[in-house]
């Protein structure tokens, strides 16, 4: 007996009408809304953002939702891996990511050269950074700007 099937021009249409529809992220996310953020979740966060374990400290850092003075005194954290989270993390104030941008382990640098919000002077000191693994990282965001922007410009061509 052979496994292949064989589906019938018949079978092939009702499986194609019954196909679901493609959604967007931004249906996807309304059909599963995210809780809302509490003042007990918040006081879970300043709670651990004070941990023994640093694993704990980068789940705070990596969060949306901490408050401001949480997230300057994480920036500050002993730990690579904290100060790591925190400047990957979108929320993160850009004068927060001014400081990162300094920091010692080029790790928290190159992060910070990958976040999307970070500031374009910030970009500009990266792009001199004596790591080079940071300038690479600076060159390779830039180049994808590069490339957004002619693929946009590509794509008003041909509609036009």
Same mark, same amino acid.
């Given at each position: 007996?052979?496994?292949?099937?064989?589906? /019938?021009? $018949?079978?092939?249409?009702?499986?194609?009408?019954?196909?679901?529809?493609?959604? /967007?992220? $931004?249906?996807?996310a309304a059909r599963h809304p995210a809780p809302p953020v509490t003042a007990s979740k918040v006081a879970r966060l300043r709670l651990l953002a004070r941990h023994e374990n640093p694993k704990i400290r980068e789940s705070v850092a990596s969060s949306y939702h901490a408050p401001a003075d949480v997230v300057a005194a994480l920036a500050k954290d002993p730990e690579v891996g904290v100060r790591a989270w925190l400047a990957r993390n979108e929320t993160t104030p850009c004068d927060i990511l001014r400081d990162l941008a300094h920091d010692e382990d080029e790790t928290v640098r190159g992060w910070v050269a990958l976040n999307f919000f970070v500031p374009a002077d910030v970009m500009d000191e990266l792009s001199d950074d004596p790591s080079p693994i940071v300038r690479g990282l600076v060159a390779w965001k830039a180049g994808l700007a590069e490339e957004s922007v002619q693929d946009s410009a590509t794509h008003q061509l041909v509609e036009a």
């Open positions: 007996m052979s496994c292949i099937r064989f589906n /019938t021009p $018949a079978q092939r249409k009702q499986l194609a009408a019954m196909a679901p529809a493609m959604v /967007t992220a $931004a249906e996807v």
